[in-house]
């Protein structure tokens, strides 16, 4: 990120009241929308809450139920540890090979683009309902097609060890997503540094990790933390597809929260428990962002670095 | 962190912005692959996007029954066009879509909007506090959605805003997608600053730059903004199950879950479901399409207004 | 409209900035006014497409009724946001289990006093006895009535018994023979499984069970699902699960995680060849003719006949408008809607005994003379047990039934396991005083 700022403003008081009046509705926003929920779950975290009667201060038990009593919290962190070391190499690396595919020239590679990132387009639950019924294991598309070819079907969805497969499979339909970065960064990579390499000889995979990994790795830490934070949020997808099962095999953290503190048809919500979950979630987020940044330095290339 | 959780696929565009700052120049030619398996490959990528639809839309035209026929058939045998009725009309689809329309256009009006104008003063203004309330933003987009959705029930009843499409529209105009935030403040940061100074010896105030100088640089910004920002609306099916009672006020993805049977092992009607689902995808389907020139190639060369 | 909508939208955020209230379109009520007494659902379109028919001829010149719709698909999310907003219809189709959650929150209206001494036919000792006695909580209220039995038996098909060569499921079957027959009915003429049991492998799995372990003169799971004081897995219920367990294991049952939501159409293309399953399938064969020849037995047994009890109803928020009225829409929804709706959509055998007789006969004149049988043999049954806790904790132990009952049935776990199981479920029932 290196910017001029070349001729800065020079009326600082009229550019600051300017600035707050467009920053306004964010900051509002950001007030009543993030500040808020923040600290008041974090308060119904300590607390005993149906939403109904008032909430009952309880300090840290809902804390030492989720770690010691519960028997869903272990599976759905292994859950969603599992969902999250599945999808995010995969996307990352589809999605990257996808974008040097279509960054080549050929006819119709306008075409091919699109219809990668089409997928990204509809509307989620629309398209993962669909994926439901393609994964049906006796007359789902998946299974018909893998018969027709003799290859081995699977019960998908329904099988204790191939149910987040399925569901990582889905998510990886919208790949598109990622390629679309991908592409955007390999697009800007100086040509000549690939002209250079060709002087030199070099050979296709030297100049994929000489070159190209190190320009775009800038944009790979962005996409690590972005994915990552992404699919630790993963809701839609176990939501609609299994519910969780079977057994915890899909019962990822976020459904597990929402289960607790909105759904379970007919049941009296503990939203204090739900919310203590929703800090061990915000925790190891904020985690996974310090250490991938604290590592990244050892990985990413940069010229120069931003303010 | 107002909207629920979105899949990774379609919250990733947006970290585009992060290229922004580089320049962009078109790819010289580069074959390292041979033509053939280049197009093997292309055949098989557009095979695995587009088979699905192309079975949702088979599914669509059988009848119910023919669709749990051993073995599967992947075309149907008979076509019942009427589905596309029936299916529609079991859900009110008319109803449902003019609500959807309103919703959306006013969270997209509200998102782009706020999200152009904090952009514009976070990049270009220089004020106290500017740094802290841009990490303020673009952190927040990390909180998991979850956090809200309790405590913002709470808030919106209790204000009575529950069964209105206020929960729906209103964060959309405070900032509600972070995202687009920081979208936008990359975008102004590439445009250079001699058109402001020229702007200002021409004596234009803020609004005026922004208005009629910035807003016309930086269309494939707000469009790609607006793409973004209708999909989340028309895709959210949570909030707006969770905050409407009344059904002349759901949209369509709240009537699409109509379909499903709430009882254990009777079967939902498959085929209405699929033909409704094919029109639920309609809009999103051809705005992309429309739009796609600034879009798909707009966002990769977003960057490049720097040499413009 | 677009611009007073972002005009109400802009004013209502500037005033919560202030913390003040920027007041929705709240209906008032009056109590002796003309009122609307709104109902929910969870039917399909078809089936609210007869009530709504039905409704119309409700005639009162004070009261208007109102369906308000709700996406099925979403009930159970409904119902949480609308309990929360506290704007609950007047009437809402209800499980026993929430009914008796909202009653011990205080949620609901207590009609016990008004249906005891009921004048006319509309009395408590017109519904089903079991029925009543499951609605009432431990004090002694009523937050809803039941409407509809929910009965449970093995759907089968009598085409693929033929084709094995084994005689049908009657009264009086054994689990053995069940077992037995889906061993022989496993992967023949496209069916993967003999026996698809949702209600055996399901959060519900360990409840189901007591009726092997009671039929043998064994105690069921748990002495009571509304107000328990223990739970048990004897040496008869350790036996029902071993066998079944090792059913799951030879691959003639499906596994715990089948997912059972298209089951009913794999039923009817001949895919599934025996299925538990409940009464109410049988409205939708009436719509979708299956292409076999298909029949329902009652559960098997060991010594003694036994099923499971089940049956849904209609609750009523407190803050209900007008009592008075709810309760007069709440009886005509269960003594005179029933004989509009069951005629078309042969769902259930309604809680309020003199409707039964419109059920039975839809039923009758369709044919499915084996679901009449078998539903009043159930009606009927001696020994009942019960589907799930329907206590505040509920959730947790269904969360303790993933952890252990289903990996035992998958062969995960040992059967030892059980007692570990039931020991954490004691551990719940303990703590919850």
Request: hydrophobic letters at 45%; proline letters at 7%; a positive charge.
């Amino acid at each position: 990120m290196n910017r001029s700022r070349v001729g800065m403003s020079r009326s600082a008081g009229s550019d600051t009241r300017a600035a707050y009046l467009f920053i306004l509705p964010p900051i509002i926003g950001f007030s009543v929308f993030v500040a808020y929920p923040l600290v008041r779950s974090f308060y119904l975290a300590l607390t005993k809450y149906n939403g109904l009667t008032d909430p009952v201060f309880v300090g840290l038990d809902n804390f030492r139920r989720l770690f010691t009593v519960d028997p869903a919290f272990w599976p759905s962190l292994k859950a969603t540890g599992y969902l999250v070391v599945l999808y995010v190499p995969l996307s990352l690396g589809l999605g990257l090979a996808l974008a040097m595919f279509c960054n080549q020239r050929f006819a119709g590679v306008r075409i091919v683009r699109t219809l990668a990132y089409l997928p990204v387009v509809l509307p989620a639950i629309a398209t993962i309902t669909l994926w439901k019924f393609i994964l049906n294991p006796q007359v789902g598309l998946a299974n018909t097609i893998l018969a027709k070819l003799h290859l081995p079907t699977s019960s998908w969805l329904q099988s204790p060890s191939m149910s987040m497969p399925s569901i990582v499979i889905v998510m990886l339909w919208g790949v598109g997503g990622t390629m679309i970065i991908f592409l955007a960064a390999l697009q800007a990579v100086p040509t000549e540094l690939y002209e250079a390499a060709k002087v030199d000889g070099a050979g296709p995979y030297s100049v994929f990790f000489r070159i190209t990994l190190p320009m775009i790795s800038p944009i790979m830490l962005l996409q690590v933390i972005l994915q990552t934070t992404a699919a630790l949020q993963t809701f839609n997808q176990p939501k609609i597809l299994t519910g969780g099962g079977p057994g915890f095999s899909t019962n990822v953290l976020m459904l597990s929260i929402y289960n607790n503190g909105f759904s379970n048809l007919g049941r009296i919500p503990q939203l204090g428990y739900a919310s203590a979950q929703v800090w061990v979630l915000f925790i190891l987020i904020i985690a996974v962002i310090a250490l991938t940044a604290k590592f990244s330095s050892l990985w990413t290339y940069s010229d120069n670095t931003p303010d | 962190m107002t909207t629920l959780p979105t899949d990774p696929s379609t919250e990733a565009p947006l970290a585009l912005a992060g290229a922004l700052d580089e320049p962009v120049r078109r790819p010289k030619k580069r074959r390292p692959l041979g033509t053939a398996s280049w197009y093997a490959t292309a055949l098989f990528i557009c095979a695995v996007m587009v088979v699905p639809l192309l079975w949702m839309i088979a599914i669509g035209l059988k009848s119910r029954t023919a669709v749990f026929e051993v073995p599967p058939k992947l075309l149907p045998h008979e076509f019942h066009w009427g589905n596309f009725i029936k299916g529609p009309q079991a859900i009110h689809f008319p109803r449902l879509l003019l609500n959807s329309t309103i919703i959306t256009a006013l969270s997209v009006l509200g998102g782009v909007m706020t999200a152009m104008m904090a952009g514009y003063a976070l990049a270009r203004l220089r004020f106290p506090g500017r740094k802290m309330w841009f990490y303020l933003f673009v952190g927040s987009m990390l909180l998991p959605g979850v956090v809200g959705l309790i405590p913002l029930f709470q808030l919106y009843k209790s204000i009575g805003w529950y069964d209105t499409w206020l929960p729906l529209i209103v964060p959309a105009f405070f900032g509600g997608n972070p995202l687009f935030i920081f979208l936008a403040r990359q975008y102004f940061l590439a445009i250079p600053y001699s058109i402001d100074e020229a702007a200002k010896i021409d004596g234009a105030g803020h609004f005026r730059i922004f208005t009629s100088v910035m807003l016309p640089l930086t269309k494939p910004a707000w469009i790609t903004m607006a793409i973004l920002a209708f999909q989340a609306s028309w895709n959210d099916f949570l909030n707006p199950l969770v905050y409407l009672y009344s059904s002349d006020k759901w949209p369509l993805s709240v009537g699409m879950a109509s379909f499903i049977s709430p009882f254990a092992g009777q079967t939902p009607d498959w085929s209405y479901y699929m033909a409704t689902n094919l029109l639920y995808m309609l809009p999103p389907l051809i705005l992309f399409f429309a739009a796609q020139r600034y879009f798909i190639q707009g966002l990769g060369s977003l960057g490049s207004t720097t040499q413009k | 409209m677009k611009k007073h909508i972002i005009g109400t939208s802009l004013a209502c955020a500037g005033l919560l900035t202030a913390t003040a209230a920027c007041s929705g379109s709240d209906s008032g009520s009056k109590s002796d006014g003309p009122v609307t007494v709104t109902v929910m659902t969870w039917e399909s379109a078809q089936t609210n497409a007869a009530i709504d028919k039905a409704l119309a001829g409700f005639k009162d010149d004070k009261i208007t009724v109102k369906r308000v719709d709700t996406p099925s698909g979403g009930y159970g999310d409904k119902l949480a946001s609308l309990t929360q907003a506290k704007k609950l219809p007047d009437l809402f189709w209800c499980g026993n289990d929430t009914e008796q959650q909202y009653t011990a929150q205080g949620l609901t209206v207590d009609w016990a006093k008004r249906i005891t001494d009921g004048d006319g036919d509309f009395k408590a000792g017109n519904f089903v006895g079991s029925a009543m006695e499951n609605w009432k909580t431990g004090d002694g209220q009523m937050g809803g009535l039941p409407s509809l039995m929910n009965t449970y038996g093995i759907w089968y098909s009598v085409d693929a018994f033929k084709a094995a060569g084994i005689p049908e499921p009657k009264a009086g079957w054994t689990w053995d023979e069940m077992y037995s027959a889906a061993s022989k009915l496993a992967n023949k003429g496209g069916a993967k499984y003999g026996l698809v049991a949702d209600n055996l492998t399901s959060a519900d799995a360990p409840f189901s069970m007591s009726m092997y372990s009671v039929s043998a003169g064994g105690a069921p799971f748990t002495d009571n699902v509304n107000h328990p004081t223990k739970a048990e897995a004897d040496d008869k219920y350790v036996e029902g699960v071993t066998k079944l367990a090792a059913a799951i294991k030879s691959g003639s049952v499906a596994p715990p995680g089948y997912d059972a939501s298209n089951v009913q159409a794999l039923f009817s293309a001949g895919k599934v060849p025996m299925m538990v399953g409940g009464q109410w399938l049988a409205a939708g064969f009436q719509t979708d003719k299956p292409k076999i020849k298909y029949g329902f037995a009652p559960f098997p047994q060991v010594n003694t006949p036994t099923t499971l009890y089940d049956s849904v109803g209609i609750c009523t928020p407190k803050y209900t408008a007008n009592e008075d009225a709810t309760y007069k829409v709440l009886q005509y929804l269960n003594t005179k809607v029933w004989d509009a709706v069951l005629p078309a959509s042969p769902v259930a055998p309604p809680a309020y005994t003199p409707a039964q007789a419109s059920y039975f006969d839809a039923l009758t004149k369709a044919g499915q003379t084996t679901v009449v049988d078998t539903v009043k043999a159930d009606l009927s049954a001696e020994k009942t047990v019960g589907v799930r806790f329907t206590t505040t904790w509920a959730s947790q132990v269904a969360d303790l039934t993933t952890a252990w009952y289903q990996p035992i049935l998958s062969g995960k776990k040992p059967i030892s396991d059980l007692q570990t199981y039931v020991g954490k479920i004691n551990d719940l029932i303990k703590s919850a005083g």
